[in-house]
């Protein structure tokens, strides 16, 4: 009974192909959330969503579109792969938006762009 | 500068050591601090959780927060070889903002037996 899932655990694919990653938590959180990690294990905001509705979206490539179906589930599309994407992406989860209620993890993603 | 600095180590000690492990930060609005512990290829799991200034002990584990020098520390009792993780400071301002958790780089540690 995993509380923060993501899925897949690694995704290996060419330069130029569009890939999903899927984040489902049991919380009852309502706030959801994607990191990336790069190789120096630098954790960095991408996006949160609170109920379904955006609220932080960072200086990220428009190639990367969150979408957040219900409030449980968080899924990220990455159009048209870099070498440059290579990292692992994170998904993580919270009570509320505010950023005084600590951020339950799953365990990632390795992207891997060749 | 970045917003929150740590060093990245490595950090080797021996078992049964006490580790300090610091993160200095920039922004003085900064009121929530947490530390994350991750160890290798899972995601960070929350170690403690600190308000303000001040300290607060679990275990072998003790935070402390002086938000006069802008500075937070972890540090670890009685170090174990099942410590060794890379370990991440997170802050933020809290309630009125985006709730922005800014993470440290984290700290690599090894504890050898």
């Known amino acids: 009974d995993t509380a923060v899932s993501q899925t897949p655990k690694y995704l290996v694919t060419q330069m130029g192909n569009d890939k999903s990653i899927k984040c489902e938590q049991n919380?009852?959180?309502?706030?959801m959330y994607w990191y990336k990690q790069d190789s120096k294990k630098f954790l960095k905001i991408m996006f949160s969503?609170?109920?379904?509705?955006?609220?932080i979206n960072e200086t990220v490539p428009n190639r990367f579109s969150p979408k957040s179906p219900d409030k449980a589930h968080l899924n990220l599309h990455i159009n048209s792969l870099e070498l440059g994407d290579s990292a692992v992406y994170f998904c993580?989860?919270?009570?509320?938006?505010?950023?005084?209620?600590?951020?339950?993890f799953g365990n990632g993603t390795r992207l891997t762009v060749t | 500068q970045k917003e929150v600095e740590q060093d990245p180590g490595p950090l080797s000690v021996p078992e049964g050591a006490i580790v300090s492990l610091n993160c200095t930060y920039s922004?003085?609005?900064?009121?929530?601090f947490m530390w994350y512990r991750q160890y290798s290829r899972k995601g960070p799991e929350l170690l403690m959780y600190?308000?303000?200034?001040g300290n607060k002990e679990d275990g072998r584990f003790t935070a402390q927060v002086d938000k006069s020098s802008k500075y937070i520390s972890l540090f670890i009792r009685d170090s174990q070889p099942s410590d060794s993780a890379t370990y991440l400071c997170?802050?933020?301002?809290?309630?009125?903002?985006?709730?922005?958790?800014?993470f440290g780089q984290g700290t690599t540690l090894q504890v050898k037996p």
């Open positions: 993580a989860s919270s009570e509320t938006w505010t950023g005084n209620s600590p951020l339950h």
């Open positions: 919380l009852g959180h309502d706030t």
């Open positions: 969503y609170n109920n379904k509705e955006l609220i």
């Open positions: 922004n003085s609005a900064f009121q929530y």
């Open positions: 600190t308000y303000s200034s």
């Open positions: 997170a802050m933020s301002e809290g309630s009125g903002n985006t709730g922005k958790l800014i």
